[in-house]
């Protein structure tokens, strides 16, 4: 008896490949839901963060709210470990861009068109959240001004 025989039906194999392009297929398909719902969670949590201060300055719970006091961060290893995480996240989204640009029309025309409208929107809700959580870094901290320097450096 031959050792090199085959063990199965090459139907078999025919089978197996067939299930595994289709949940190929299934798992992008799937994959871009999760992204989506990622994103929408994402939304949200900002949409809360943005509306909590206005929201207890509208019930009276918030005496006082100033949310552009900025100074400069201090030159040290940690802030710039904190920058460049940062930037890391803020630059991280260009994969977006590429399946985007993939599944639109005309790219070149929607895609600029996209950036220049959404981006002071998306640079306002950033800037907006790192106020915020610098407001509650410092009354968690016991000082009722906060110092942004960035999100953990307050």
């Known amino acids: 008896m031959d050792r090199f025989q085959p063990v199965a039906d090459p139907r078999c194999f025919f089978v197996a ?5 289709f949940l190929t297929a299934l798992g992008l398909r799937v994959g ?11 939304l949200i949590t900002l949409a809360i963060l943005i509306a909590t201060p206005l929201l207890h300055r509208w019930q009276g719970t918030l005496a006082e709210y100033h949310p552009l ?3 400069m961060p201090p030159l040290t290893v940690f802030s710039r470990s904190v920058f460049t995480k940062m ?15 993939g599944e639109c ?22 800037i907006r959240y790192q106020f915020d959580t610098g407001i509650r870094l410092a009354r968690r901290r016991g000082r009722g001004r906060p110092n942004f320097t960035g999100v953990a450096l307050s």
């Open 17 to 21: 490949d067939s299930r595994r392009m």
């Open 32 to 42: 871009k839901w999760l992204s989506n719902a990622g994103s929408i969670a994402t």
């Open 69 to 71: 006091r900025l100074t």
């Open 87 to 101: 930037m890391f996240g803020a630059l991280s989204g260009f994969d977006y861009v590429a399946i985007f640009a």
């Open 105 to 126: 029309r005309n790219p070149a025309r929607n895609l600029t068109r996209s950036v220049l409208i959404t981006a002071p929107f998306i640079a306002l809700i950033y």
